[in-house]
T-cell receptor, first 115, second 111 residues
Framework: EPEVTQTPSHQVTQMGQEVILRCVPISNHLYFYWYRQILGQKVEFLVSFYNNEISEKSEIFDDQFSVERPDGSNFTLKIRSTKLEDSAMYFC?????????????FGAGSRLTVL | RKEVEQDPGPFNVPEGATVAFNCTYSNSASQSFFWYRQDCRKEPKLLMSVYSSGNEDGRFTAQLNRASQYISLLIRDSKLSDSATYLCVVNNVRSNYQLIWGAGTKLIIKP
């Protein structure tokens, strides 16, 4: 079964450092997403990416965040200067046209701990 | 009123029993509805989409009640492996891409 893969599985960083989280979506999928989930809280939308550009972003996705699809397979989330409140599980997800943009396959997540 | 609201539980249910939980949504214009399950510290996984006419997948049945703005999930003959948090998800009518996630209902199946 095709899957979305994410690296690293866990990253610990100091406040103010830059972090890059990597994702390899399912190969024939066209829509890519980042979500986050703070421990014990609900899943929150960060950003969607389609046709090589951001299609939508939430209020959480401020200037500290950016996304890239540098080589046609990887999809990255960068946090420029991490804050304590960025500690969360970050999930990458993808969807294909046939299933509809709302039917998501998630990666296993990257746990970010900011100290 | 929250956009998507669920009873957080936990629902403690003996193995083999039937359990049902609901989720209410606030926007009557919502069109797409889903149930995801999430195991502890794991990613959400799509359990089933919810169709207007209701749909069944094995032991799982989902229903949509547009008049009262809720969806339901029924699990028959529950297994220990059904223990998880069940997330109700609804499309954001102001968006083409965003989904609105409920906080989840925790289900614990006991032997």
């Amino acid at each position: 079964e095709p899957e979305v893969t994410q690296t690293p599985s866990h990253q610990v960083t100091q406040m103010g450092q830059e972090v890059i989280l990597r994702c390899v979506p399912i190969s024939n999928h066209l829509y890519f997403y980042w979500y986050r989930q703070i421990l014990g809280q609900k899943v929150e939308f960060l950003v969607s990416f389609y046709n090589n550009e951001i299609s939508e972003k939430s209020e959480i996705f401020d200037d500290q965040f950016s996304v890239e699809r540098p080589d046609g397979s990887n999809f990255t989330l960068k946090i420029r200067s991490t804050k304590l409140e960025d500690s969360a599980m970050y999930f990458c997800a993808s969807a294909n046209r046939a299933a509809g943009a709302n039917v998501l396959t998630f990666g296993a997540g990257s746990r970010l701990t900011v100290l | 009123r929250k956009e998507v609201e669920q009873d957080p539980g936990p629902f403690n249910v003996p193995e083999g029993a039937t359990v049902a939980f609901n989720c209410t949504y606030s926007n009557s214009a919502s069109q797409s509805f889903f149930w995801y399950r999430q195991d502890c510290r794991k990613e959400p996984k799509l359990l089933m989409s919810v169709y207007s006419s209701g749909n069944e997948d094995g032991r799982f049945t989902a229903q949509l009640n547009r008049a009262s703005q809720y969806i339901s999930l029924l699990i028959r003959d529950s297994k220990l492996s059904d223990s998880a948090t069940y997330l109700c998800v609804v499309n954001n009518v102001r968006s083409n891409y965003q989904l609105i996630w409920g906080a989840g209902t925790k289900l614990i199946i006991k032997p």
